[in-house]
Every structure is written in structure tokens, then in C-alpha cells.
């Protein structure tokens, strides 16, 4: 069995309580007070193993061997959950969604009857993690890809998944799924990508997390610089990169998709509001009513967790009623700028209905 390795940066959910984060449980306790008070550090994905084709790294893709574990409220396990539907894995990749609440035992099932997972059997996902690795010291992070057999960690590297499942699952695509990674676009979705988790999907919690205004002001700027440059990109092409949706466009929407709700006020990064910028309005609202975006999205998980969890940011515990959440239901006009949202292929069908995302979470 291939051994864990240490290929990749990880995200904010990835990190030791020194270092903060959205969806890491720590063992710190239902609110995590270190958020905001410690420097923002970045950790690494220890469980780093590779699901492929061929098996090469002891892991072969094989249709019902792995659960998918994420929580709704965090950005980098939402992009997973979008790639997976978007890509029809529904069936060959199950599914379990966490509770957007920790307590000190790390994420939970007690969305789940009896309060476990109905798959893996197990009350908590530090389970799986211990499975892999005996006193595992790290965060316990999504998302986790679960081998079921043994009820162990596969993976928790967020940057690589998506782009396995867009690339070594292909034989269990559905008929019709786009190509979300097309290699002769790569290089250039892999630069545009590179900004964006730079500036924005960790720039928003570098801003967020900073303990001192410098270190938050040079991080709000970078913030809002690269936004301002994303909407100069936009205003001229419906997509980031070609004529379609790709990997690069699932990496913005999830932060964009939480920008208004939570990362403008909680996270003071409030130069503007979403809304108020036309180009990337229109574009978030536009993937948001695309299937298999905004159908996977639920807000009520995300605003539960981000203000109740970061105790050390938001030490009330308030979660805020708004915003409204109508506007993402608007015509965004962005269909007569062209393109074709799924290449050559076709949307996703339906919602199954064990995963529809509750009315609570929905415009």
C-alpha cells in the first residue's frame, strides 16, 4: 500500500491549531479561539496518495470502493463535491456529508441517523484518519476520500482529487461529462489557477485570520487586486480559460459563492460586495444556475460554521441573518457572451435525492 506523501500545499482546513482555518476539527473544541489570534501559517497534506487508473500508487479506481467525506460549508471540499457531479460519480464515489459544527472529536455525523455514517459506521472522520495512521497528531480535514474496505484514509489533498477524478476516473464518467482538465489548456488554466489560490480562495483567509494590519492589509490588497483582474479577464470571456467550464472556474465560484455571506464582513474583506461588482456577479450567478454548481451549495451550512466555529474572529457567536440570498435565482445575461458551459457534452441530471441540499440552504 502506497505511503502517504508530502506533494502538495494544503488549505486553511488542513492545518494544525496554530495555523487556522475553515474545516479542520483540531481538537480544540467546538469553536476554535485560535482563529484570528495566532499568526496564519500553511500546512501540508499528509495523506497525499494518489486513486488512478492503474493503481500506481496502491489505490486503483475501482466504482463503490471509496466515500468521498466533505462538509458543504467548506470551499476546497465543495470543489470536489461540484467535480463529482458535474463528472456524473455519483454512483462509483459515495458520498457523506459532515455536520458544519466540530466538536473536540473532530467532524461528525450527526446529520446521519444514529449519528453515524451510514457507509464507513463511524461517528467520526478522526476514525478514519486513526485507521491510516495510529495517533495521527494533524487536523482532521475534508475532504477525505475513505476506502471502504478498511475504513481508512485514502487521501485528504484537495488540490489533486479534483483533478484525478477529472482525469483518472474518465472510464467511469457518465456519458456526456465534460473535460474539466483538457491538456491542451493546462497550462494555462494551471497559471490562472495558481493566482486565484493565491490572492483569493487563501488570500480571503489570510485577510481574515491576520493578527495585525499590516499583515492584514497587504492581504485584503492582494484580495481585491486579483478580483480586480478576474473581472477585466471576465468582462471579455464567459470562462476563465476556452469556451468552457473547467477546473479553473470550480477553484473562483467556491470562494465566490461564500464572498457576500460570509467573507465580506466575517473575514473583512469588504472593498465591495460581490453583488456590487457587475462582471463577477453575473459570472458567480451564471455558474450558480449552471447544474451542478449551486445545486451542491448550501448556505446555511456555510454561514453555521464559518461564524460559529471561528470563535476567535466572531467571539459571539452571532450568525448573521443576510444576505438575501434571491439574487442568485436573476438573469445574469452571461449566455450572449457564447460559449458552450459543457464543451461537447451535456448537463448533469438530476439531484440524487438523498443529497439534495435542504430549503434552509437554498435562495
Known amino acids: 500500500m502506497a505511503r502517504p506523501h508530502d506533494s502538495h500545499d494544503a488549505g486553511p482546513e488542513d492545518a494544525a491549531p496554530t495555523a487556522g482555518g475553515a474545516a479542520s476539527a483540531t481538537g480544540d473544541g467546538v469553536g476554535n479561539t485560535a482563529y484570528g489570534r495566532k499568526p496564519f501559517s500553511r500546512s501540508r497534506s499528509h495523506f497525499a496518495d494518489r486513486i488512478t487508473a492503474d493503481g500506481r500508487f496502491g489505490w486503483p479506481v475501482e466504482a463503490g470502493r471509496y466515500r468521498l467525506i466533505a462538509s458543504r460549508a467548506c470551499p476546497w471540499a465543495s470543489r470536489v463535491v461540484i467535480s463529482r457531479r458535474l463528472l456524473g460519480l455519483e454512483d462509483a464515489l459515495s458520498l457523506g456529508i459532515v455536520d458544519p459544527i466540530q466538536d473536540d472529536r473532530s467532524w461528525r455525523f450527526t446529520l446521519d441517523p444514529g449519528g453515524r455514517d451510514p457507509v464507513l459506521g463511524i461517528r467520526f472522520l478522526s476514525k478514519a484518519y486513526d485507521r491510516r495512521e495510529t495517533g495521527y497528531p494533524g487536523g482532521v480535514s475534508v475532504p477525505a476520500v475513505v476506502d471502504v474496505p478498511s475504513g481508512q484514509l485514502v487521501t485528504n489533498d484537495f488540490r489533486q482529487i479534483t483533478l484525478d477524478l477529472a482525469t483518472e476516473w474518465r472510464a467511469l464518467h457518465r456519458p456526456g461529462a465534460p473535460d474539466l482538465y483538457p491538456e491542451a489548456l493546462r497550462d494555462e488554466i494551471d497559471e490562472v489557477m495558481e493566482g486565484v489560490y493565491r490572492d483569493v480562495n487563501n488570500g480571503v483567509y489570510r485577510a481574515g485570520f491576520a493578527t495585525g494590519q499590516e499583515e492584514y492589509d497587504t492581504a485584503y490588497a492582494a484580495v481585491f487586486r486579483r478580483l480586480d483582474l478576474l ?80 470563535s476567535g474572529v466572531n467571539p459571539t457567536g452571532i450568525v448573521p441573518d443576510g444576505p438575501e440570498l434571491d439574487g442568485w435565482l436573476t438573469p445574469h445575461h452571461r449566455e450572449e457572451m457564447g460559449g458552450r458551459p459543457f464543451g461537447d457534452g451535456t448537463p448533469p441530471g438530476p439531484v440524487p435525492a438523498a443529497e439534495v441540499v435542504p430549503p434552509s440552504g437554498r435562495p
Open 231 to 310: 473581472s477585466e479577464r471576465l468582462a471579455e470571456r464567459r470562462y476563465l480559460v476556452g469556451d468552457t467550464i473547467t477546473e479553473a472556474d470550480i477553484r473562483l465560484f467556491t470562494t465566490l459563492v461564500r464572498f457576500d455571506p460570509v467573507y465580506h464582513g466575517h473575514f473583512k474583506c469588504n472593498r465591495f460586495k460581490l453583488a456590487e461588482d457587475p462582471v463577477l456577479w453575473a459570472y458567480a450567478k451564471d455558474l450558480y444556475q449552471t447544474p451542478g454548481f449551486g445545486d451542491t451549495v448550501d448556505f446555511h451550512h456555510i454561514k453555521q460554521h464559518y461564524y460559529r466555529v471561528h
